[in-house]
């Protein structure tokens, strides 16, 4: 952005000097005719300078209209970030939530970029913002997908609704989806926090995989109960059946309520520490 921006700077003061030239060399005139000729002479090569930089001025165009269509996120406004494995249901959530209308297919990362929504509750405004699906690998192997998703918790003062599919509809196995979800859970565990299980209409009649027979008896508890239940606390819903939906609407309120008194004493720490510094 900043190379186009100077490229575009670089014909603004060229044809700044090339105008100053031909102004000056047309109040020497000594006659009408001539003035006119002169200034003809110069919006010419007005336009000659003007068409070999045009290329700057188009690509600041398209620069505009890229960052026209990224997303828009108040900092100062409760934000919920739904964070899970690829086609856990991130998006359907997204749209009985919000005002966001992600696409919903059934293949991963169907989410390439960061999607926002808004929520109206309680006559309260929030934001929603779907991310792209996390694999379960070392952060240094993420795509930019997946660095995304990464940057919004680092970077964002969100709230968090983790989604996990116990089912294995979305086809990652519940065994890595634990290890992704630990993995963000010890990272951003400071972060207010939803667990929600999708897809629950499909568990009664799903069998998840196993895990090796090789590494089974190594299994811990807590490994074992997510398989069965998911975290502790996790709500279980299904959009296709409206399971559960009322209640994570609820506690989705709850959490952003409190997500905007954290905001507002973050604000204030913030406020007092720039009064020291002055």
């Given at each position: 952005c900043s190379y186009v921006l100077g490229r575009v700077d670089a014909l603004r003061k060229k044809i700044t000097s090339v105008g100053k030239q031909h102004a000056s060399v047309c109040a020497k005139s000594l006659t009408k005719r001539e003035a006119e000729e002169r200034l003809t002479?110069?919006?010419?090569?007005?336009?000659?300078?003007?068409?070999?930089?045009q290329n700057a001025i188009e690509d600041l165009i398209n620069v505009a209209?890229?960052?026209?269509?990224?997303?828009?996120v108040d900092p100062h406004i409760p934000t919920l970030c739904l964070v899970g494995?690829?086609?856990?249901?991130?998006?359907s959530l997204v749209r009985i939530l919000s005002t966001g209308k992600p696409e919903v297919c059934s293949y991963p990362f169907t989410t390439r970029g960061i999607l926002m929504?808004?929520?109206?509750?309680?006559?309260?405004?929030?934001?929603?913002?779907?991310?792209?699906?996390l694999l379960t690998r070392h952060d240094d192997d993420r795509n930019n997908i997946e660095r995304l998703t990464l940057a919004v918790l680092s970077y964002m003062p969100i709230a968090v609704?983790?989604?996990?599919?116990?089912?294995?509809?979305?086809?990652?196995?519940?065994?890595?989806?634990y290890i992704t979800y630990k993995h963000i859970k010890e990272r951003f565990g400071d972060r207010l926090w939803i667990d929600v299980v999708s897809k629950c209409d499909l568990l009664d009649r799903a069998t998840p995989s196993?895990?090796?027979?090789?590494?089974?008896?190594?299994?811990?508890?807590?490994?074992?109960?997510?398989?069965?239940?998911?975290?502790?606390?996790?709500?279980?819903?299904?959009v296709q059946s409206q399971i559960g939906t009322r209640e994570l609407k609820?506690?989705?309120?709850?959490?952003l309520t409190s997500q905007r008194a954290r905001i507002k004493a973050d604000g204030g720490d913030n406020e007092e520490a720039v009064g020291e510094v002055r």
């Open positions: 002479e110069g919006r010419k090569e007005l336009e000659e300078v003007f068409q070999r930089g209209k890229a960052l026209r269509s990224m997303p828009v494995s690829p086609n856990v249901g991130k998006s929504g808004h929520i109206v509750s309680n006559h309260e405004r929030f934001q929603v913002t779907d991310t792209p699906g609704l983790y989604v996990h599919d116990l089912s294995e509809d979305c086809g990652t196995k519940v065994a890595d989806q196993r895990f090796d027979d090789a590494a089974d008896d190594g299994v811990d508890d807590e490994l074992r109960r997510y398989r069965e239940f998911g975290p502790e606390d996790a709500i279980r819903v299904s609820q506690r989705v309120h709850h959490l």
